[in-house]
């Protein structure tokens, strides 16, 4: 069946970095966007960042701008998302999903991602 598994979650001390990864079975990333998302406990989900099926375009929120890069490794399958300078605002559960549109645009609204990972606990301490 079509699944996507998060991994690379963790705890990590305020100004630390974590590299969390999203892999595909079932079908092939290389059509999807890809975005993360997270979610604080009593917050709304978020979009964090997007990546195009062809790699070339990305989008971060302003939140994790300049601390968070995105890439995709086609030929693994695999979508990362590079977190640097984490901060305590920063833990909540992080969620790739993937988006029949190849582009970022409109990447924030929940209901144009088809296909949800189960999601990776973030936890930064301060």
């Known amino acids: 069946q079509l699944q996507l598994v998060e991994s690379g979650g963790g705890l990590v001390q305020q100004g630390g970095s974590l590299k969390l990864s999203c892999a595909a079975s079932g079908f092939t990333l290389n059509y999807y966007a890809i975005s993360w998302f997270r979610q604080a406990p009593g917050k709304e989900r978020e979009g964090v960042s997007c990546?195009?099926?062809?790699?070339?375009?990305?989008a971060y929120a302003d939140s994790v701008k300049g601390r968070f890069t995105i890439s995709r490794d086609n030929a693994k399958n695999t979508v990362y998302l590079q977190m640097n300078s984490l901060r305590p605002e920063d833990t909540a559960v992080y969620y790739c999903?993937?988006?029949?549109?190849?582009?970022?645009?409109?990447?924030?609204?929940?209901?144009?991602?088809?296909?949800w990972g189960q999601g990776t606990q973030v936890t930064v301490s301060s």
């Open positions: 990546i195009s099926s062809s790699g070339v375009i990305t």
């Open positions: 999903a993937a988006s029949l549109n190849s582009g970022c645009a409109g990447y924030v609204s929940l209901s144009q991602n088809h296909y």
